[in-house]
C-alpha cells in the first residue's frame, strides 16, 4: 500500500523513511495516552512510549510532581524501564515516541542510550536539545539519533496548552514559559481560543 508521507513532518537531514510514517502516528498517539494520564494527575502532560520491531516495550510519562524527582520526564522513565526490560542500557534498535522534543537532559540520555531513532510531536522551541543545539545529530558525539519531528504536533501542543491554560494562577511561572515554547505560534491545540492565546502570551510575574 502506497503511503503518503504527511507534508506536515519535518525530517531531519540523515533520515528519511516514507513506510513507517503511518506507524508513527499510531505510536505517537499511544504517546498521547500517557501524556493524557499524567495530565490526569496534574503532572505536565508529556508522554512516550518506546519501541522496538513494533512493539511497545516501554511507557512513560511525566511523573515529576508525584515522584519529586526531577528527572523523571517521560522520556526517562520510557528509557528506563524499556532498559530494564531489555536487561541492557544499549537501545540502539529503539525508537522512542514523545508528544514534546526533549529537553538536554533527556537528548541526552538518547545519546547515552544509543538510541536509534526518535519521534517528537511538538517543538520547546526555548528548552527542546534539538532546537536549540541540535544536540542529537551533532557528529562531534559519539551517537547520532535519527530524528523525525512534528508527528501529530497540534494534539501534543494543544494538550499542553490546555493543560496550562487551566492551572493559570498556579504554577504560572513554569506554566508561561512552556506554554510559550511548544506550538510555536502557529499550531495550536484542538479547542483554541483567542482569548486563551493572548493569556499564553502574557509574560511571568
Ligand atoms: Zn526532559
Known sequence: ?????????IVDSNFVEEPESINDEFFMRM?????????????????????????VVARGRNSREATGD???HAEVVALREGAGAAGTWRLGA???????????????????????RLVYGCPDEKGGAISLYGLLTDRRLNHTVEVLRGVL?????GLLKDFFSTRRGGRADEGV??????????TVGSNP??????????PEG
Open 70 to 72: 526531577p528527572t523523571a
Open 177 to 186: 514559559g512552556l506554554e510559550n515554547r511548544c506550538g510555536g505560534n502557529s
Open 94 to 116: 529503539a525508537t522512542l515516541y514523545v508528544t514534546k522534543e526533549p529537553c538536554v537532559m533527556c537528548a541526552g540520555s538518547m545519546v547515552n542510550a544509543r538510541l536509534k
Open 1 to 9: 500500500m502506497k503511503v503518503d508521507f504527511c507534508p506536515g513532518h
Open 153 to 157: 504536533e497540534a494534539e501534543c501542543a
Open 31 to 55: 504517546a498521547l495516552d500517557e501524556a493524557k494520564l499524567a495530565y490526569e494527575k496534574g503532572e505536565v502532560p508529556v508522554g512516550a512510549v518506546l519501541v522496538v520491531d513494533g512493539t
Open 193 to 202: 481560543t483567542p482569548s486563551a492565546t493572548e493569556k499564553q502570551k502574557k
